[in-house]
């Protein structure tokens, strides 16, 4: 069974960085499309950033030259490093692999940006 444990939230000042981190288990990441999305107060879950196989990355253009998506397969761990924070970027950030065609998610790591 697949599990995605993450990690690295907090609260930070505007301007500043976090780094998140998502550790699977039940698999390795060889294959997965994995992936970031944020649900921020009252708003829908969105997609932050996604890296697909052959190591491609998309980001929204909310966060592009921001935040970047990394994977790490020895540690069967991916990471988003996030800069220059926004107070706009305040939201629970939640890890996604997408594995055979199944979505598996992590449980939320909560980042806020104070101004």
């Known amino acids: 069974q697949v599990q995605l444990v993450e990690s690295g939230g907090g609260l930070v000042q505007a301007g500043g960085s976090l780094r998140l981190s998502c550790a699977a288990s039940g698999g390795n990441l060889n294959t997965d499309v994995m992936g970031w999305y944020r649900q921020g107060p009252g708003k829908q879950r969105e997609l932050v950033a996604l890296l697909r196989r052959g190591g491609i990355a998309d980001y929204a253009d909310s966060v592009k030259g921001r935040f970047t998506i990394t994977r790490d397969n020895a540690k069967n761990t991916f990471y988003l490093q996030m800069n220059s924070l926004k107070s706009e970027d305040t939201a629970v950030y939640y890890c996604?692999?997408?594995?055979?065609?199944?979505?598996?998610w992590g449980q939320g790591t909560q980042v806020t940006v104070s101004s």
């Open positions: 996604n692999i997408l594995r055979w065609g199944i979505h598996y």
